[in-house]
């Protein structure tokens, strides 16, 4: 089953904060997050992984709730270049890296 | 150095007829992975190559899907009998062996069945 995000869109002022959301009904022992612009390849924000650990950008930070299955994006102050989709992918099954992603957040920052 | 390359960028063709996509991995990447990208949604997890071999292809939706890593470093992705359902861009990311590793996509061919 793929996760869940919230919302599916955002609009902020450049410099506004942001949370995006994403959960799973089944229990999860690590979270992806990619960043896409319209037209472009998905690419890399953060994988965070069960007990704790985290693997990302140093502007970019987030949680994991293993208990809760969920996780959580944080966008500080906010820049122009944030805008696009943010994903979050959750493994398919216990045997390698295969992710199925949720349905997505639209980003967009204004001036 | 190069990231992933998909070929071509843009495909249109027939409904009934069979194509082939292409994704050129990172150097040094053991692991493959196609995804399949529908408008306003987020990327479908197709099939996943360890090495030469398909690791895990639950995610082809029928048996006109088939993909092939023969040396363990290019991957073709081949499609008989094309429908309109098809039409989607079709991703390509490759990443280190070891879970928990960020993938690399490629820009994607977007294919388009008429």
């Known amino acids: 089953q793929q996760p869940v995000q919230s919302p599916q869109a955002v609009i902020l002022r450049e410099g506004e904060d942001a949370v995006i959301n994403c959960s799973s009904s089944?229990?999860?022992?690590?979270v992806h997050w990619y960043r896409q612009k319209h037209g472009e390849a998905p690419v890399f924000l953060m994988i965070?992984?069960?007990?704790?650990e985290q693997k990302g950008h140093e502007k970019i930070s987030a949680s994991f709730n293993e208990k809760k299955q969920q996780s959580s994006l944080y966008l500080t102050a906010s820049q122009l270049s944030y805008s696009g989709t943010y994903f979050c992918?959750?493994?398919?099954?216990?045997?390698?890296?295969?992710?199925?992603f949720g349905g997505g957040t639209r980003l967009m920052v204004k001036p | 150095g190069a990231g992933v390359s998909q070929t071509p960028s843009n495909k249109v063709t027939e409904k009934g007829k069979y194509v082939e996509l292409r994704c050129d991995p990172i150097?040094?990447?053991?692991?493959l992975y196609w995804y399949r990208q529908s408008l306003g949604q987020g990327p479908e997890f197709l099939i996943y190559?360890?090495?030469?071999?398909?690791?895990?292809d639950s995610g082809l939706p029928n048996d006109r899907f088939f993909a092939v890593r023969p040396e363990g470093s290019v991957s073709t992705l081949k499609i008989q009998r094309t429908e309109r359902g098809d039409s989607a861009v079709y991703l390509c990311?490759?990443?280190?062996?070891?879970?928990?590793?960020?993938?690399?996509f490629g820009p994607g061919t977007r294919l388009t069945v008429l």
């Open positions: 965070l992984l069960k007990g704790g």
């Open positions: 150097s040094g990447h053991t692991a």
């Open positions: 990311a490759s990443s280190l062996l070891r879970e928990g590793r960020e993938q690399f």
């Open positions: 089944k229990a999860l022992y690590s």
């Open positions: 190559f360890q090495g030469t071999g398909a690791a895990d």
């Open positions: 992918g959750t493994p398919v099954n216990n045997a390698g890296n295969m992710l199925t």
